[in-house]
Each structure stands twice: as C-alpha cells, then as structure tokens.
C-alpha cells in the first residue's frame, strides 16, 4: 500500500523564520510530488509541485526532493503568520491519482 | 469558470437517506478525481475519470458510492442509504490532461449523516 508520512505537528516558528516541513514516501515508481495549504475549512490549495531531484524555488518557497532517498521537503522562508495553515504532501504515481499524507500542521507566531 | 465549483457546499442528511453531490471543473479539464476527507486526515482518493470514461473507482468505499461524468464535463457523486461513517468532506479536483499531474481543487461539500 502506497504511504505518505508527514510529522502531524504543529510546527510553531516565529514570524520571519524558516519553516522546514518533510515528507517521505513507500512507492519507489512515484513520479510526481506536489505540496497544497489548506486553510482551516477550506479545501487543499497547491503551493508546489516537484518533478526531478534537486531544489525548486517559487518567491519564498523552496521544494526539494531527493528520489534515493524518498524524501521530500518544502522549506518556507520569511514565514507570515499568514502562513499559519495545515501542508498536505500529495504523491503521484501511474496515471494521476495523489496520495496524500496527513499534513503538517504550521503555526507562525508574529 | 475560473476554478471548479461544487454543491451544494453543506448537506445534512438523515440516516438511510440518498445524497447527490455535484462537481463543475474547470473548463478544458479532462481528468476529474473525487477524495473524501475526514476530520484531521488527508483527502483519499475516491475514483478518477478522463472525460466521460470511469478509469479507476478502486478507492470507492462500498457499492452504496456511484459516480458518473456522462459528458465529460460535469460529474456527480452519489452515495446511496447514507451512514454515519459517511460524513465527512467530498473533494472535487481537475487537472487539464491525464499527464499532466497538478490537480485543482474545489471548495468541496460537508456531509453530516445524522
């Protein structure tokens, strides 16, 4: 069974500061990786996806992943508390259908 | 429309009753996914269409769940004689093409069964 595991949190950082959320995956043959914020009651928002080893960089955020070790990470620089939300890692593989950890819960102190 | 749209956005529902949830996406998108959320957890995944054809309902939970997209456009998701276990958040998701992966999310539709 394909697993995607995320540390539930939460991940309390002060405004400014990096926040560093991880991610590992079971399924050697996935393909794609993706982060999505969801807010409180609202539905998952895509923030990043990731294709290839290595870094990715997009305004304050940075994905890397590393396939070796089925590892993926979205680092947060400058963190807002308007960042304060719960990371869903999504995994993809085959077709197109994402398995999704549990998310990481995010609180950014001001 | 700019993003895809679902309704209705809450619904109650008595136990033993049948519910029809409704998912609009985005325009041009080919593939449409369904997940249910509960409290706490990350979406899982429900079924997949590319257009019209139903390519994978591995994740539906029992037969009471059916979902058809009959024009390749508009799908609904219908869970039949509707138990508690049921309540939770159904998500809707498109993307443009089945190789492309970024899917799209809905606000999605809270169902309670009380």
């Known amino acids: 069974q394909k697993e995607v595991e995320q540390n539930s949190g939460p991940l309390s950082v002060p405004e400014g500061a990096i926040a560093s959320l991880n991610c590992t995956y079971s399924?050697?043959?996935?393909?794609?990786f993706f982060w999505y914020r969801q807010y409180s009651g609202k539905s998952p928002e895509l923030i990043m996806s990731i294709y290839s080893n290595g870094d990715k960089e997009d305004g304050r955020f940075t994905a890397q992943l590393n396939k070796a070790s089925q590892y993926v990470s979205l680092l947060i620089r400058d963190s807002q508390p308007s960042d304060s939300a719960t990371y869903l890692c999504a995994v993809a593989s085959g077709y197109s259908t994402l398995t999704f950890g549990k998310g990481t819960m995010l609180l950014v102190s001001p | 429309g700019a993003g895809v749209s679902q309704s209705p956005r809450y619904k109650v529902a008595k136990r033993g009753q049948d519910v029809a949830l409704r998912c609009d996406p985005i325009s041009g998108h080919v593939s449409l996914f369904w997940y249910q959320q509960a409290l706490g957890q990350g979406p899982e995944f429900l079924t997949y269409f590319q257009n019209e054809a139903q390519l994978d309902k591995s994740g539906l939970p029992s037969d009471r769940f059916f979902a058809e997209r009959p024009e390749g456009s508009v799908s609904t998701l219908k869970i039949q004689r509707t138990q508690q276990e049921d309540s939770a958040v159904y998500l809707c998701?498109?993307?443009?093409?089945?190789?492309?992966?970024?899917?799209?999310f809905g606000p999605g539709t809270r169902l309670t069964v009380t």
């Open positions: 998701a498109s993307s443009f093409d089945s190789v492309t992966y970024e899917q799209y």
């Open positions: 399924d050697r043959g996935s393909q794609s």
